[in-house]
Every structure is written in C-alpha cells, then in structure tokens.
C-alpha cells in the first residue's frame, strides 16, 4: 500500500492548549482524507474529513488543513480536553473508492 | 455505541489453526469493510464487502477470506494461522459505498496466536 505517516508518534498538550497532529501521504492520486479517533478498547471514530478539492474544512474544535503541494494533512484542535487524549490516525482514500489507507497515529495525551 | 457488534471479544489460537471470526452491521448498513491492526499500528484494509460481494481487496493473502450474509452480517476467516496475524481486528460498516465519512467500526476481535 502507499505510505501514510505522522509525524509526531505523541504528544502532550496541556488542557485549554490548541493541539496540532501531522500527517504525511505520498499517494497523490488520493482524494479523499478522513481523520479518526481511537480510544483505547474501542474502534476508530470519525472525527473530520476533506476532499482534495478543498485545503480547509472546520467542525466542532476540529479543522483539517490540506496541503497537497507538499501532501500534508493536519489536525488542529481548539481547546483540547481530558476527553481528547486518545490515538489520531489519519487516512487515504484513493479515488477508486475501494481502497483505505491508515498512517501509524499520534497518541494525544491531555494534562489536565 | 456505533451499532456495529463483534464476536468473540478475545480470542486465543495456535499456529496452523484457523478462526472465523463475526460481525454485525449497524442496521441498514449495506456495505462492511474488515481491517487488521498491530499493535501500536494503524488499521491495514483487508477487504470491503457491498451487497454480499467482495468490493475491493488489500495486500492479504487468499488464507484471508470473507462472507457477506443476506442480512449484511459478515464473517472473517483466516486459514493457517501465523504468529503475525495476531491484531485487533476490526470491522467497519456504512450505509453504502463510498460513504466513509458514516463508516462505523466495531470494537475489534483481540486475536492472538500461539
């Protein structure tokens, strides 16, 4: 499969801080990008996601920003709580719709 | 809760055995996805399933192979078993295809291989 890697495998922020997770891709033929939250005992739990067509989409404390110049992905959250510690994966999807691709994850730990 | 069920929780097997392992989707959910992942890894796409038929493979060899029932539950099974495959594995179901922002994962199947 095609590479899909963070950055930062953690990070420590503390609560009330803005948090940032990065994401590295190489496939350009990718089109779609979803991040996912992953609770410890749980499966993964769609947060945000983005076309290529976009370089900026915001939710509820969340935005992703695109950058498919230099294939980057990030994961801004605003206000970051207790309640977001967890593993934040990044995914591709390539435009045959079929196909998934996880990075490794960044693990967010909030200090209260 | 997601609404999508996995059985068994954990599961312990040795090498050269074989596992089935279930899934049920959440309901109306026509099309279920299967990954497996490693600990300390992010989730590797098996196979997706749409309408009982597989939809899309990823880079697993044929001892992985899957169902897809009429009522859109599935089963995942894996033929001599090696150390490797021990993972979480996860299923994932959504509405249609291509609907991956409504994709739904389970709470994983601990499989670990002896």
């Known amino acids: 499969g095609e590479s899909v890697g963070l950055h930062l495998p953690t990070l420590s922020v503390q609560e009330g801080d803005n948090s940032i997770i990065n994401c590295a891709y190489s496939n350009s033929a990718s089109d779609y990008f979803i991040w996912y939250k992953q609770e410890s005992g749980k499966g993964p739990q769609f947060i945000i996601d983005?076309?290529?067509?976009?370089d900026k989409r915001q939710g509820q404390r969340v935005t992703v920003l695109l950058n498919k110049t230099v294939k980057h992905l990030s994961l801004q959250i605003a206000a970051t709580q207790p309640g977001d510690s967890a593993v934040y994966f990044c995914a591709e999807i390539e435009n045959t719709g079929n196909q998934f691709y996880f990075g490794t994850g960044t693990s967010l730990t909030v200090i209260p | 809760e997601t609404g999508v069920t996995q059985s068994p929780t954990h599961l312990i097997k040795t090498r050269g055995q074989q596992v089935t392992l279930r899934c049920s989707s959440q309901s109306g959910h026509n099309t279920v996805s299967w990954y497996q992942q490693a600990l300390g890894q992010g989730p590797q796409f098996i196979f997706q399933?749409?309408?009982?038929?597989?939809?899309g493979r990823g880079n697993f060899p044929p001892r992985f192979s899957g169902l897809q029932f009429p009522n859109y539950s599935s089963e995942l099974n894996v033929n001599a078993l090696e150390l490797d495959d021990s993972a979480l594995y996860l299923c994932?179901?959504?509405?249609?295809?291509?609907?991956?922002?409504?994709?739904?994962f389970g709470p994983g199947t601990r499989l670990t291989v002896l």
């Open positions: 983005i076309r290529s067509n976009m």
């Open positions: 399933y749409y309408r009982e038929e597989e939809n």
């Open positions: 994932a179901s959504s509405l249609d295809l291509e609907k991956y922002n409504e994709q739904f």
